[in-house]
């Protein structure tokens, strides 16, 4: 069975970092992509990027270029997702998705974990 | 951007059929998505790729279209169908989530 579990909640100041992480079972991490999203409350969800587990190579929105960096430890079938210069902007529940690579859906997400970003 | 519009909202009775429709502003082939999120909960695929069923979706959902309208189709719906419905499109970069559509049974 295919699992993603990331880890707890998070509160942070502003101007910190803070980097979310996404441990996978179930299937072979090198052979897919995982994808990082943003939904803020109540609101649509934002496709952040991806990175491929066997290489680790990446492709990012652009809007959050410079906010997030993508990361991956092929020993642990871990993705981690780390977010700089925090903002109340970036208040949200992140989620962790596997993607489908020939047709970029996501066909499994983790349960998401919500960053509070407040002094 | 491609911007997705959904309708905000629907309210049907168990048993009918329901449409939920999905417009982009700029064609996307065939690339579109559905999910299905409940609150508190991480999204569901439900179909991909227009009209694939995801594996393990009760054949109740169906999708629909091309270019830039798509439905997602419930029929019949019933009580556990209550959630949110968003549509993704990943033909053009980036990929893109609609408003999503909150389906609520009278």
């Known amino acids: 069975e295919v699992q993603l579990q990331q880890s707890g909640a998070e509160l942070v100041k502003p101007g910190a970092s803070v980097k979310l992480s996404c441990k996978t079972s179930?299937?072979?991490?090198?052979?897919?992509?995982m994808s990082w999203l943003k939904q803020m409350p109540g609101q649509n969800i934002e496709w952040i990027g991806n990175i491929y587990g066997g290489n680790g190579g990446t492709g990012y929105n652009q809007k959050f270029k410079g906010k997030a960096t993508l990361t991956v430890d092929k020993s642990s079938s871990t993705a981690y997702m780390d977010l700089s210069s925090l903002t109340s902007e970036d208040s949200a529940v992140y989620f962790c998705a596997r993607r489908e690579y020939r047709y970029n859906y996501f066909d499994y997400w983790g349960q998401g974990v919500m960053v509070t970003v407040s002094s | 951007d491609t911007v997705l519009t959904q309708s905000p909202a629907l309210a049907v009775s168990p048993g009918e059929r329901v449409s939920i429709s999905c417009r982009a502003s700029?064609?996307?082939?065939?690339?579109m998505h559905w999910y299905q999120q409940k609150p508190g909960q991480q999204p569901k695929l439900l179909i991909y790729?227009?009209?694939n069923l995801a594996s393990g979706v009760p054949a109740r959902f169906s999708g629909s279209g091309s270019g830039t309208d798509f439905t997602l189709t419930i029929d019949p719906v019933e009580a556990d169908d209550t959630a949110t419905y968003f549509c993704q499109q990943s033909w053009n970069d980036p990929w893109t989530f609609g408003g999503g559509t909150k389906l609520e049974l009278k």
């Open positions: 790729k227009a009209s």
């Open positions: 700029e064609g996307v082939n065939s690339y």
């Open positions: 179930g299937y072979t991490f090198s052979n897919y992509y």
